[in-house]
């Protein structure tokens, strides 16, 4: 459903592409931004009717007249029925085992009935605190679930940063199950396009460049509110891109403010944001896995503003890497235009190569990664890959 479970999929099914594999990928996604990116050869998008996420976590339809018992029963049955036509080798899950209020249950038995398609569960670096994972995991019966339905876990990250089995002390039957790919290296999106013509639009005074990244942007708006506040140090542009789900009033005050300061700049979505950070001499975000990956990727110095609220993952990873001299963390608690404008100025260099501190080979371990569960698939001669974000 998020723009990052979107990107990091689409990336593993590049990586996948462009190995000697060559799947066949068929990425079943939960909104329709999905059909915006650039997909490789061999790979083609179904898009589900879309889910909201409330901030108290609870979900609901986005767009559908309808309750959310229809809207899974609808996207349920979809999912099913795509997958016994498909008839994949490999079944990869994107971090909720069961999917959104279980909808992948009937998948999942049926996939197991058949016995011939190897189940994958991969998961972030970070979910959320313990005792929030622990309750979470036990509400949704994931265990189980993955005992009963997952033959592997693999988890995008390096336990030397953060350990999930430790950390979550997950039981010896999960335990067995996970693999670390390490970090997802995000450099080889670059290959895909242009990096200088959407900075170029922009048509901004010549100068350095501050970014603001609001993920999604259904609750990045206290941020990028406080960065087109901020002010910005006489030789910067700021560009501001807003996420697809940012509240539309808030998106046009925005843009009302950036009309007064000709050195800032407002976007609503870019399939592509890392041509922007390429440019980027500061990068002010949210701490989101995908965006977090970028600016360690690029090795760019980053200000990361966590979510705090209704879990602390985006807390906890950045963190993590703080701790290792990686990026700086700001605790949206203290988030003022004044401590965004004190940061902008300061003269901290560069953060230390992050390739050098961390594993960011799980692009190229994936594919091993794949092959090495055909090699122990049941009934080998399938059509290719699902991939369920």
Not at 31 to 45: F, K, M
Request: hydrophobic share 40%.
């Amino acid at each position: 459903m998020g723009l990052g479970h979107m990107r990091r999929n689409i990336l593993i099914a590049h990586a996948l592409a462009n190995s000697p594999l060559k799947p066949i990928v068929l990425l079943i996604a939960g909104a329709r931004r999905a059909t915006a990116y650039r997909l490789p050869p061999g790979t083609d998008c179904l898009t589900l009717p879309a889910l909201r996420k409330e901030p108290d976590g609870h979900y609901r339809s986005r767009r559908l007249d309808v309750t959310l018992r229809q809207l899974i029963d609808l996207r349920a049955r979809t999912i099913r029925a795509a997958l016994q036509s498909f008839e994949p080798d490999l079944f990869l899950v994107d971090n909720v085992a069961r999917g959104a209020v279980r909808e992948l249950d009937p998948a999942l038995e049926d996939l197991r009935l058949r016995g011939r398609t190897r189940c994958v569960l991969g998961l972030r670096d970070v979910l959320d605190d313990p005792a929030a994972v622990d309750r979470d995991w036990t509400k949704a019966s994931n265990v189980e679930a993955i005992e009963s339905f997952y033959d592997e876990v693999w988890v995008y990250g390096d336990p030397a940063v953060y350990d999930l089995v430790k950390e979550y002390s997950l039981c010896a039957a999960v335990a067995e199950r996970v693999r670390y790919t390490g970090y997802l290296d995000q450099r080889p999106r670059l290959e895909l396009y242009a990096t200088n013509g959407a900075l170029g639009r922009l048509r901004l005074p010549p100068g350095r460049l501050a970014l603001c990244l609001a993920g999604g942007g259904q609750d990045g708006g206290v941020l990028a509110e406080a960065f087109a506040r901020a002010e910005l140090p006489p030789d910067f542009n700021g560009v501001i891109i807003t996420g697809p789900f940012m509240d539309r009033d808030l998106q046009e005050r925005l843009r009302s403010l950036a009309e007064e300061r000709p050195r800032l700049r407002v976007i609503e979505f870019v399939p592509e944001p890392m041509q922007f950070q390429i440019h980027a001499d500061r990068i002010v975000s949210m701490g989101g896995y995908n965006t977090t990956c970028e600016a360690l990727s690029l090795g760019k110095r980053t200000l990361i503003v966590p979510r705090v609220r209704p879990r602390t993952e985006q807390l906890i990873r950045a963190s993590s890497f703080r701790d290792l001299g990686l990026l700086e963390v700001l605790h949206p608690d203290h988030l003022t235009p004044g401590a965004l404008s004190r940061w902008l100025a300061s003269n901290g260099g560069p953060p230390p190569a992050a390739r050098g501190r961390i594993d960011f080979r799980g692009l190229e371990r994936l594919p091993g990664f794949v092959a090495d569960a055909l090699a122990s698939s049941r009934e080998p001669e399938g059509k290719g890959v699902g991939v369920a974000g």
